[in-house]
Every structure is written in structure tokens, then in C-alpha cells.
């Protein structure tokens, strides 16, 4: 049976968040099965890149140091686009922040910052030379003892890269992903100019499509001690969460990029890493102060 082109949307709890898709199609049932399928698709991907998940690829990975490995292949395209963000971003961007990241967690709990002899020992386990990426093989080389990957600020937007391309494979091409708020965008409904996408922190509203947007900041997640509120968004310079009040959103020509930008971005704080940005075309970066 043929049915108007309609709206369809579909939700799940995954990736420690509320995933959705949104989609335009004329075929209702082809289109729930294609959700389903790319809901499934983040969930092997998640299995693979979660920090969370003790037999992950990525937990995996570090406890082998000194030799090279292979990896999957999700995981290649991760750790080569993410280190090429560590180099670009003169390591604010840090997929190794793992063990200062489980420090900020301990901290988060007790409500006190992790002692400084804990925080020196962490930071030398971690830093992304410490991550040694072979291209000609595809092999990855972990050189730091008790170092841990996390990929908390770059895989939710490769995850929804991915949905949206098999929901593209699938003919549905005028849909979106929205991993938590932040979202890749597909074709624009039809009809329209685009995407309509409320910048966080902002009464602003853009029209927008073929992009991803990605919004981190201290406003999210933080630890209040002495007066001083850390983001969970640690700066691998000092060990500790950052704690400028600025809040980023990025549009990126795909997730991954959005992501990872701004993340980047959070580390740098707003006059630093808007002049990086800048310096990229495609890129954009909306500020917004926390209060
Ligand atoms: P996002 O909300 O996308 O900025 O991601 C924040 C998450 O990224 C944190 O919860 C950590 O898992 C991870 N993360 C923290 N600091 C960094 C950093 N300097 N570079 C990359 N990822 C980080
Ligand atoms: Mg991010």
C-alpha cells in the first residue's frame, strides 16, 4: 500500500542517553525496520567503543602496551580521526584522559579534588602520544603502562554517522540523529530549507542540513568544590576538569567532527578555541557563557 510521505519518529536509551531518529518516508513499515536496524547498529557500535564496558575493544586495547595490535575497524577510523584532533588541537582534544576521567569520577563522589600525587601519576599514564597509530597496517600501539582510552567525546558522533549513512543505504535519506541533543543531520524535510535546530544556551534558531551538531560545556556536568564548579571535560594539561563557564556548539560537516570539536573546544576555552576554529572552513562554533 502507497501512503503520503510522512514523519516518523523512533526512540531508545542507549550510549548512557536518549537516542532518536527522525524520519521523513512514505513507506511506514520499510522505515520502522530501517530504525531498528541502525538502533542495532549503534548498540554493536557502543559495544565496541564504550569505556563503560569491560570487554570493549577500547578497554581491551591498553592492556597491552608496547606491541602493535589490530583493531577493529570502527575503532581504526575513531582513534585515526581523534588523533588527528589531539594534533590539531595541540592535545586539548585527548582520547587518552581516561585515567584522569576515572580520578574526576572518584572525585565527583567523595565531593573533594583527587590529591596532586594522583593526579601526576594519572597524567603520565595517559597523553595521546602515548598512542601510536600505524596507518600502512592498521595497527595501534598503546606505549604508556596503565593507560585507558575514552572515547566519551567523539564516538556518539561517529555512532550517528553511521546510523544516518544506513538509513541513507536503507533510502531514507531526509532523516536525523539526535544522540542526547546532539544531532547529524541528513536532507532537510521535504519541502523545507532545512533542519530547524535550537543552539543550546541560545534563543537562536538555524536552518540547517547535511551537518552535524554537537554542544559541550561545563553546564552539563560538573563538581563544585570550594566555590569552583570543574566540568567533566578534563584539560589533560593540568589533570583536572576545566573551569571556564563557556559552553560551545559546533556545526561540523558530519557528528564525528562536531563532536570532537567541541570537545576540543571546552578544553580551550572560548578565546582560544574560537581562533582555532576559525581557522578550518566548514567549521563554526556558537559560544554561549554559563551562568
Ligand atoms: P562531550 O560532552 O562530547 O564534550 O564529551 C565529554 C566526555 O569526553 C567526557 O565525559 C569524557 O568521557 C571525555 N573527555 C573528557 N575530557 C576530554 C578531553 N580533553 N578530550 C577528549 N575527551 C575528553
Ligand atoms: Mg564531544
Not at 595541540?90 to 584522559?97: K, L
Not at 537562536?204 to 564548579?229: I, N, P, W, Y
Not at 576538569?241 to 567532527?257: D, E, F, K, R, S
Amino acid at each position: 500500500m502507497c501512503h503520503d510521505v510522512a514523519r516518523h519518529s523512533y526512540a531508545r536509551k542507549a550510549m548512557g542517553t536518549d537516542l532518536g531518529i527522525v524520519l521523513y518516508s512514505a513507506e511506514p513499515k520499510q522505515a520502522a525496520a530501517l530504525a531498528s536496524n541502525a538502533f542495532a547498529l549503534a548498540e554493536s557500535l557502543e559495544a565496541i567503543l564504550s569505556d563503560y564496558r569491560d570487554n570493549s575493544d577500547v578497554r581491551r586495547l591498553p592492556r597491552l602496551v608496547g606491541e602493535p595490535q589490530a583493531v577493529n575497524p570502527h575503532l581504526w577510523a575513531v582513534l585515526e580521526q581523534g588523533q588527528a584532533l589531539s594534533a590539531a588541537s595541540d592535545g586539548a582534544f585527548d582520547m587518552t584522559v581516561g585515567p584522569l576521567v576515572m580520578a574526576w569520577r572518584h572525585s565527583s563522589l567523595l565531593g573533594r579534588l583527587p590529591d596532586e600525587a594522583v593526579l601526576a601519576k594519572r597524567r603520565a599514564a595517559s597523553g595521546w602520544q602515548g598512542l601510536s597509530l600505524h596507518p600502512a597496517n592498521r595497527t595501534v600501539t598503546v606505549t604508556r603502562l596503565g593507560m585507558r582510552l575514552d572515547l566519551g567525546g567523539i564516538a556518539k558522533g561517529y555512532i550517528a554517522d553511521q546510523m544516518l549513512a544506513l538509513l541513507a543505504i536503507g533510502g531514507c535519506t531526509n532523516a536525523l540523529i539526535d544522540a542526547g541533543g546532539d544531532l547529524v543531520l541528513g536532507g532537510p524535510p521535504p519541502g523545507r530549507e532545512g533542519w530547524e535546530v535550537k543552539v543550546a544556551g541560545s534563543d537562536k534558531a538555524l536552518q540547517l542540513s547535511h551537518c552535524g551538531v554537537a554542544t559541550s560545556g561545563a553546564s552539563q556536568r560538573f563538581l563544585e568544590v570550594d566555590g569552583m564548579r570543574y566540568s567533566h571535560i578534563i584539560d589533560p594539561r593540568t589533570g583536572l576538569g576545566v573551569t571556564h563557564p563557556w559552553q560551545v556548539t559546533v556545526i561540523a560537516p558530519n557528528g564525528l567532527l562536531a563532536d570532537a570539536w567541541a570537545s576540543a573546544c571546552s578544553v580551550l576555552g572560548k578565546e582560544s578555541g574560537d581562533a582555532l576554529i576559525r581557522r578550518y572552513s566548514g567549521l563554526r562554533a556558537i559560544w554561549t557563557a554559563v551562568p
